[in-house]
């Protein structure tokens, strides 16, 4: 019984001591209301013969099983951002049937034998049931946990009664005073309480609990357990009976986090600051010196003055913002999360040639050469930006098909079905013009080329039918052959980009209660820096900030952006209030000596079509065989700029799943990004089907 109550005291230690250490620096208090319900397996162990007041058993009960359950509310606290304190308390039912065998002459028919027979003892117990302990966080939504359980019991019910087990089915009991047959095969059957049983019984848990969120904040989550609990306490007095559970638990959440998930950090109201005087001292007489020109004073911030004892103070008002995405909605978040894109890019070759209307020319803006010049172009070097790469297609594949002499390709040329009558005739000429580069430059024999026309109809739409039907004016280029078209390298030094999960920060500021009626300033600081600063007048109550004004900046790993608001009385006094907005930067990208990142831009989504076709799933088993098992993946899905944001950002998100779906790897982030920070302009069609696209970048640890 000491060693039980040391455990106790123990626990209770460990539980104020880390609840003390983190009481005064640690976390907003977070914590948890639930209904929960476990359903167990029970193990019992009996090392006994006799249970008092009960019949004597032939020799010790062995091991027995039975099931159990239980259900009751929770309460959860925060100890410390990783560190929690459990409380349980419900009510608990488990049974469980124990057999002790013995040896003894049996009647079979009319003969005496040897024989065996079974002590059966059934037992059911119900009662309250108290748990509390610590958990600890693992990894995001896993816990860790160990808890002390102790259990009163209140009733324990029984049966009893011992059956012949051998002969099988065959045999009875001798129980008669001269030794007879009494034809009966069971005896000693009896039931009842159960007596001499423990008040109190005390067993140590240890489990594992990971929590699904139900909602976007988490305030309600449901979460799966599974623990084992070895029992340490006899569940009968004077008898050696313990009870060990495997125990799978279900618990409903309500969660309750004190103020906002990311609270504003915000000031008091700042009263102006009398700036101390300075008395000018006399000037020594010196010669006037000779004129100069006048030099520009720096800028220099006003120095508020201070506002007299008789005038009113200003309570500042209310300061609340929100982030802002590509479709104008507001952000879940309460954090600027900044992602530094620092990669190697992959460019896949997109297997179109646009021509102009009506025309069968080259457009010169693809590079073409002649014979004599072909080997000036180096097919493995980095192709500059996704303009060169695109623009040397013939090119790249000349140089392939010399590479793999069996490769084949088909030139495929559209023409409107309600063009002039030479439409068709125009398309001919447009897979003469390719298959002659093809042959006169690169030296490829005319039976690998097959070429072909296909009459499509025009694209409706009203205010994009001019664009789209440009992207028809093509010759498609197909190939037996998946190598003429693998990705090139743009760049082995590509310029940093930013992604961020905004496009405005929307400031709001609450109404004014003092009769004021005066000028206003709102300052973007980063650091003291000042990033942008507005000024307007005090009927103004939202402001909106480009994320071009603010990413600008060169943010730590964890940081702060402060959004300051003054108000300037007509005396030129200063009252203002500050909020600070937490800012996250995505650290694994940025450290490249660390981490090799390479960015897979997979082109070959059609207008107002998120599925990519089977020509094209080659590539993302090229992309696949480049995941390690530690790699980190993220998809970006982007669109055009044709259309609206709000269906631009629902068909970036369609097509970074497509692509998700089609890869077979669950990544670590997918989202759709419409056309925001696409640096791609619509001006020609090959532009657009580089804009429909779905970035694939993969992380890997360096060794």
């Not at 609340?320 to 460019?347: F, G, M, V």
């Not at 623009?391 to 790249?396: A, D, V």
């Not at 990033?531 to 939202?542: A, M």
């Not at 059609?606 to 080659?618: G, L, M, P, R, V």
Request: net charge positive; proline share 5%; charged share 20%.
């Amino acid at each position: 019984m000491k060693m039980k109550i040391k455990i106790v005291e123990l626990l209770v230690f460990i539980l104020l001591g880390n609840y003390n250490s983190f009481a005064q620096s640690g976390p907003e208090r977070v914590y948890s209301l639930g209904l929960y319900s476990n359903f167990s397996f029970n193990f019992h162990g009996g090392d006994f013969k006799l249970v008092p007041g009960l019949s004597q058993a032939p020799s010790s009960y062995q091991t027995g099983y039975g099931t159990g359950s239980q259900f009751g509310a929770s309460f959860d606290y925060a100890i410390s951002p990783k560190l929690s304190g459990l409380l349980q308390i419900g009510y608990v039912t488990f049974d469980g049937e124990l057999i002790a065998e013995g040896k003894e002459q049996i009647f079979v028919t009319s003969f005496v034998k040897d024989g065996k027979y079974e002590n059966q003892l059934k037992a059911n117990f119900d009662g309250i049931t108290t748990q509390f302990g610590i958990g600890y966080e693992v990894m995001k939504n896993m816990q860790l946990f160990f808890k002390l359980d102790i259990t009163s019991l209140q009733n324990a019910s029984y049966k009893q009664k011992e059956v012949v087990s051998w002969p099988v089915n065959n045999g009875t009991f001798r129980d008669s005073i001269d030794g007879s047959n009494t034809q009966k095969s069971i005896r000693k059957d009896t039931s009842g309480t159960l007596p001499g049983l423990s008040s109190t019984v005390i067993s140590p848990i240890i489990g594992i609990a990971y929590s699904f969120p139900l909602s976007k904040r988490g305030t309600f989550s449901i979460t799966p357990s599974f623990s084992f609990m070895p029992g340490i306490s006899d569940l009968v007095n004077n008898a050696n009976w313990t009870n060990y559970g495997l125990f799978f638990g279900l618990t409903v959440h309500y969660n309750n986090i004190k103020g906002e998930p990311f609270p504003e950090d915000e000031e008091p109201a700042i009263e102006p600051v009398k700036p101390p005087e300075v008395k000018s001292q006399p000037k020594k007489e010196e010669p006037p010196p000779p004129p100069t020109k006048p030099v520009a004073k720096p800028e220099t911030k006003p120095i508020p003055k201070t506002i007299k004892k008789t005038e009113p103070k200003v309570t500042m008002p209310e300061i609340s913002y929100n982030l802002i995405d590509t479709i104008n909605k507001n952000q879940s978040d309460r954090i600027i999360k900044i992602w530094n894109d620092n990669a190697l890019y992959y460019e896949p070759i997109l297997n179109y040639i646009f021509f102009d209307s009506a025309s069968a020319e080259l457009p010169a803006r693809y590079i073409s050469y002649d014979k004599s010049y072909r080997n000036t172009f180096k097919l493995n070097s980095p192709c500059g930006d996704y303009s060169n790469c695109y623009y040397q297609i013939l090119n790249i594949i000349g140089a392939r098909m010399n590479q793999f002499p069996k490769s084949m390709i088909s030139l495929n040329a559209l023409y409107l079905n309600d063009d002039s009558t030479d439409a068709k005739a125009i398309a001919i000429l447009r897979n003469q013009i390719v298959s002659n580069y093809l042959k006169s430059v690169w030296d490829i024999n005319e039976k690998r080329i097959l070429t072909n026309t296909e009459k499509v109809k025009k694209l409706t739409s009203k205010t994009n039918e001019i664009a789209l039907n440009q992207e028809l004016q093509r010759v498609e280029i197909k190939t037996n052959q998946n190598d003429l078209f693998y990705p090139l390298l743009r760049s082995n030094n590509p310029e940093k980009k930013m992604l961020t999960n905004f496009t405005n920060l929307r400031i709001n500021i609450g109404e004014l209660k003092d009769s004021i009626n005066n000028n206003t300033k709102l300052r973007i600081l980063h650091d003291n820096t000042k990033l942008k600063e507005i000024s307007s007048t005090l009927n103004t109550r939202e402001y909106n900030i480009d994320y071009n004004d603010i990413i600008g900046s060169d943010f730590a790993a964890s940081d702060t952006l402060g959004i300051v608001y003054e108000i300037i009385d007509k005396n030129k006094n200063v009252y203002s209030r500050q909020v600070n907005i937490p800012v996250e930067v995505d650290t694994t990208i940025q450290k490249t000596n660390k981490t090799s990142k390479e960015q897979f831009k997979l082109i070959q989504f059609e207008y107002n079509k998120a599925d990519i076709s089977t020509n094209q799933q080659w590539l993302l088993i090229w992309v696949k065989n480049k995941i390690r098992t530690n790699s980190k993946i993220s998809i970006f899905g982007y669109t055009d700029n044709l259309g609206s944001e709000r269906y631009n950002q629902k068909l970036s998100v369609e097509r970074a799943k497509s692509t998700e779906r089609i890869l077979g790897i669950h990544p670590h982030k997918v989202a759709g990004l419409g056309n925001y920070n696409n640096s791609i302009e619509s001006v020609y069609p090959e532009h657009r089907f580089y804009a429909r696209s779905a970035d694939i970048i993969i992380e890997t640890p360096k060794k």
